[in-house]
């Protein structure tokens, strides 16, 4: 049962469930809650992801930062290098979606 105005917890709403708290999912979203990491952290792992691909073994840096786009992610691949070929990068895009949807960039 919905209050109508879209605030504050529904009456009859268990303690523990999100209501309760005033707080709503939203509809059509699922609630995820990622881990957050540091910037030079996740560019860890993402230089480790991009290890394991064909052609990107020789990667040396990844760099990352603040995305605030309609995605539900909070980070973006900015650069990869040395020499990493659009087409390779273009290729591990899965793993780094992979990683935005697992890590939260903490910018505090």
Avoid: C
Avoid at 12 to 29: E, Y
Avoid at 34 to 58: D, M, N, T, V, Y
Avoid at 71 to 100: C, F, H, M, Y
Wanted: charged letters at 30%.
């Amino acid at each position: 049962m919905e209050t109508g105005d879209g605030e504050g917890p529904r009456p009859g709403s268990p303690p523990n469930h999100p209501d309760a708290a005033g707080v709503r999912p939203r509809k059509g979203k699922a609630m995820i809650e990622r881990k957050k990491l540091s910037a030079q952290k996740i560019e860890a792992r993402r230089l480790e992801a991009l290890h394991r691909r064909l052609g990107l073994k020789h990667i040396s840096h990844v760099k990352i930062g603040p995305y605030s786009g309609p995605k539900n992610w909070t980070w973006d691949l900015l650069e990869a290098g040395p020499g990493a070929s659009v087409n390779a990068l273009r290729d591990a895009i899965e793993d780094v979606r992979k990683l935005q949807q697992e890590f939260d960039l903490d910018v505090g």
